[in-house]
């Protein structure tokens, strides 16, 4: 099967980075189970605007070369190769962090037959011809389903609570990506 693979937050551990910087430039404490709304605005001292400035410092400060794979994401990408499907990035970072995301995939050994840069996930599914595209982001996965593929939701704290949807199914972790799609 062709499988649709998001970087931040399934693959990378971004969410992370962001949050140690947030703590650096706070003295705070901040936990990734907190972050419980796509913008932190359940953190009553981040104003949206801080949030969108923080994330465009981080996004181009080469921080995308130095990221955390998220556990088990790296064997579990192998697993699926190995067992026959291919693997195709597709992912909302901008182009020019191909500078960063590239040498990254290369660190890591990650095997990829195509990388994409969009925020039209959907569509890029349906052009690629993607049975299951893997995602953090409850939105990005409805939009797949429109286009016509299914997806997959990584379990994270912003998307926990989140009722599936028809073509739409939940994986906690790297071992139950690879179960659900070895089981298709
Ligand atoms: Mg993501």
Redesign the pocket.
Known sequence: MRIGL?L???TANFHQRYIDEINDRHNSNLKLSDWKEWDLTNIPWMTREEFMETIKYVNTSGAFRHLEPIRGALSGIERLRRNGHSIHIITHRTYQSRLDTVPWLDTHGVDFETLSFSKEKGQICNDLGIDYMI???QSTCEDVVKWGSQAILFTRPWNRDYELKNGIYRANNWTDVTELINAK
């Open positions: 998001d931040d937050g399934v995602d953090d982001i």
